[in-house]
């Protein structure tokens, strides 16, 4: 029998491009948590009264934990889109103490039906299964998310430069079971970054999930972007803070697969699956 995924996870090897949007701050605060309708969560305030939209799209390609035995166990490498809202977490939903900033994830498609479960299971993330074809370029990353034909979103990140050592921790919240749960996530990265409405591009398809992010009000041009060197995390359990209602709208289901498309190509070259092709029979 396999053994169950033990946290924490170790991601040694992710290829991050992500860029931030503005979106409307009252659209972003209608997908918040609540307690008996009172937000947990407020939208983090942006420029114009508007709130924070990261877009990332990550290539993991080497994932671990440590099972009861003490060896090393891997995950399936997979692909996956994020679109996080800035948020500001006061006293309240921390049980106490000081304010703080962090996100709250609305999409989060990936490439594998492990990577799906296990982000359902264990914190309650909105995650399905899609497919992603990533065009890897000197000083630019894209990835193309569609799901059975239909195209999601297509978003370009170009940055380049000296690369810099970035945050040491990210703070994400989630609601699992009618519960609210933090995770700070330890980060080693170093980053390119490039500023203004150049740095990256997101257009939007014709689908439902891009329809409700047409909803947000989200910028397409970003207020900067930035792309990986070097990155590598480690991502624990989630702690409980409190009840939380269900959260509004529905999680898109995505189809039921054991792996979606998941495709490298880089320029002049074709795109290479980055799962193994099925034994023929």
Same mark, same amino acid.
């Given at each position: 029998?396999?053994?169950?995924?033990?946290?924490?996870?170790?991601?040694?090897?992710?290829?991050?491009?992500?860029?931030?949007?503005?979106?409307?701050?009252?659209?972003?605060?209608?997908? !918040?948590?609540?307690? +008996?309708? =009172?937000? %947990?969560?407020?939208?983090?305030? /942006?420029?114009?009264?508007? &709130?924070?939209?990261? $877009?990332?799209?990550?290539?993991?390609?080497?994932?671990?934990?440590?099972?009861?035995?003490?060896?090393?166990?891997?995950?399936?490498?997979?692909?996956?889109?994020?679109?996080?809202?800035?948020?500001?977490?006061?006293?309240?939903?921390?049980?106490?103490?000081?304010?703080?900033?962090?996100?709250?994830?609305?999409?989060?498609?990936?490439?594998?039906?492990?990577?799906?479960?296990?982000?359902?299971?264990?914190?309650?993330?909105?995650?399905?299964?899609?497919?992603?074809?990533?065009?890897?370029?000197?000083?630019?990353?894209?990835?193309?998310?569609?799901?059975?034909?239909?195209?999601?979103?297509?978003?370009?990140?170009?940055?380049?430069?000296?690369? !810099?050592?970035?945050? +040491?921790? =990210?703070? %994400?919240?989630?609601?699992?079971? /009618?519960?609210?749960?933090? &995770?700070?996530?330890? $980060?080693?990265?170093?980053?390119?970054?490039?500023?203004?409405?150049?740095?990256?591009?997101?257009?939007?398809?014709?689908?439902?999930?891009?329809?409700?992010?047409?909803?947000?009000?989200?910028?397409?041009?970003?207020?900067?972007?930035?792309?990986?060197?070097?990155?590598?995390?480690?991502?624990?359990?989630?702690?409980?803070?409190?009840?939380?209602?269900?959260?509004?709208?529905?999680?898109?289901?995505?189809?039921?697969?054991?792996?979606?498309?998941?495709?490298?190509?880089?320029?002049?070259?074709?795109?290479?699956?980055?799962?193994?092709?099925?034994?023929?029979?």
């Amino acid at each position: 029998m396999t053994e169950p995924v033990r946290l924490p996870l170790a991601y040694h090897d992710t290829a991050v491009a992500c860029s931030y949007h503005l979106a409307s701050a009252e659209a972003v605060a209608a997908l !918040l948590p609540r307690d +008996r309708g =009172r937000l %947990l969560l407020r939208p983090l305030p /942006g420029p114009g009264g508007r &709130t924070p939209v990261a $877009v990332h799209a990550l290539r993991h390609r080497t994932v671990t934990w440590t099972g009861t035995d003490g060896g090393t166990h891997r995950l399936a490498p997979y692909g996956e889109v994020g679109v996080t809202a800035g948020v500001l977490a006061g006293p309240a939903a921390r049980g106490g103490g000081r304010p703080a900033t962090g996100g709250f994830v609305l999409q989060l498609p990936v490439t594998s039906r492990e990577a799906r479960d296990l982000g359902r299971d264990e914190w309650g993330l909105p995650k399905w299964l899609a497919d992603m074809d990533f065009l890897d370029a000197p000083g630019s990353q894209r990835v193309r998310l569609s799901e059975d034909g239909v195209e999601v979103l297509v978003h370009t990140v170009s940055a380049g430069g000296p690369a !810099l050592r970035g945050t +040491r921790s =990210r703070r %994400l919240w989630s609601v699992r079971d /009618g519960r609210l749960l933090e &995770t700070t996530t330890p $980060v080693l990265a170093r980053w390119q970054a490039r500023p203004g409405p150049g740095a990256a591009a997101l257009v939007l398809g014709d689908h439902p999930v891009a329809d409700a992010l047409r909803r947000l009000g989200l910028s397409p041009a970003p207020l900067a972007a930035f792309r990986s060197v070097e990155h590598r995390s480690t991502l624990p359990a989630g702690r409980t803070l409190g009840p939380a209602d269900p959260t509004p709208g529905a999680v898109h289901p995505g189809r039921d697969a054991d792996l979606g498309r998941f495709t490298v190509a880089h320029p002049g070259t074709a795109a290479l699956s980055q799962y193994p092709e099925p034994a023929s029979v």
